[in-house]
């Protein structure tokens, strides 16, 4: 599987997430329902880690990549909180989109931070995800 198909997934389940999540955030408070989409996360995870034969490599990893899946994980633990409450104040339909600026924003990080090189592609991409995320809001 390339990787084109596995970001077409990723963004089919994440639409996902924002229909279930909307769903299940709507009668407790949102950051229960965090914690309990992340339990859920963790014994997914580490079972298809151990049905694929590599959750021994933990043992093997370096200080650096423990440090930045840690902070990998803080992001997103952020992410998904501030993502579930934004779904219980706000309608799925405009909350995604807004979520969804974390493309540009990457893509300014991503030349900032790990120098990679910016085109007039990705810079026109990033721009129309701006423009199309401000009129599905307004």
């Given at each position: 599987m390339n990787w084109k198909i596995c970001a077409i997934l990723s963004?089919?389940?994440a639409s996902l997430?924002?229909?279930?999540?909307k769903l299940g955030v709507k009668d407790i408070d949102s950051n229960l329902a965090t914690a309990i989409r992340v339990s859920v996360i963790l014994v997914f995870a580490w079972?298809?880690?151990a049905c694929t034969g590599v959750s021994g490599q933990v043992r093997h990893l370096a200080a650096k990549t423990?440090?930045?899946?840690?902070l990998s994980g803080i992001a997103?633990?952020?992410s998904w909180l501030f993502y579930f409450r934004a779904l219980q104040l706000g309608d799925a339909a405009k909350v995604a989109p807004l979520d969804k600026l974390s493309?540009?924003?990457?893509?300014v990080l991503a030349a900032l931070v790990l120098h990679e090189t910016l085109t007039w592609q990705t810079i026109?991409?990033?721009?129309?995800?701006?423009?199309?995320?401000?009129?599905?809001?307004l």
């Open positions: 963004a089919l389940f997430t924002a229909i279930f999540g079972g298809i880690a423990w440090l930045f899946l840690s997103t633990g952020l493309v540009p924003m990457t893509i026109l991409g990033g721009c129309l995800i701006v423009a199309g995320t401000l009129v599905l809001i």
